[in-house]
Every structure is written in structure tokens, then in C-alpha cells.
């Protein structure tokens, strides 16, 4: 069943932000508000970054998931 609330932290809107990052595995296709996956990424030791972008695990199924680095606070 296809949610659209973010994976993390179970809310639809997040300030102005909606739900935009989506896992690309399609037996997953969770999806994450960017900030909050970013967030989530970024403390875990298994995650790395590159330039603007931040590379880890998808918290449902474990694929590679990637995302954009957070330039302000949402």
C-alpha cells in the first residue's frame, strides 16, 4: 500500500515541505521529506557525502538512497 506521509517522522507536511525524496527501489517507493532523510543519513556511520549529496541506506528496505545536503533549516 502506497503511503505519503514521510517514512521518518510519519507527517505529511513538514513546514511548507511535503513528502519529495522517494526510495527507487520499486518493491520500497517509500517516501521521505528531503530534510528528514537528510537528518536521518547523516548520523549513521554507513553514510557518506560527495559534494552536495549525501549517499546511504533507504531506513525501510536498505537499498542505496541518496539525497541533496540541506543548505537551510526547514
Known amino acids: 500500500s502506497?503511503?505519503?506521509?514521510?517514512g521518518i517522522c510519519y507527517s505529511y507536511r513538514?513546514?511548507?515541505a511535503i513528502p519529495d525524496q522517494v526510495c527507487n527501489d520499486?518493491?520500497?517507493g517509500q517516501p521521505f521529506h528531503q530534510a528528514?532523510?537528510?537528518e536521518w543519513?547523516?548520523?549513521l556511520p554507513s553514510s557518506r557525502k560527495s559534494f552536495s549529496l549525501m549517499f546511504g541506506e533507504c531506513p525501510y528496505c536498505s537499498?542505496?538512497?541518496t539525497v541533496k545536503m540541506v543548505t537551510q533549516a526547514v
Open 26 to 28: 520499486p518493491r520500497c
Open 41 to 43: 543519513l547523516r548520523v
Open 2 to 6: 502506497f503511503s505519503i506521509e514521510c
Open 36 to 38: 528528514c532523510l537528510y
Open 14 to 16: 513538514l513546514g511548507t
Open 63 to 65: 537499498k542505496p538512497i
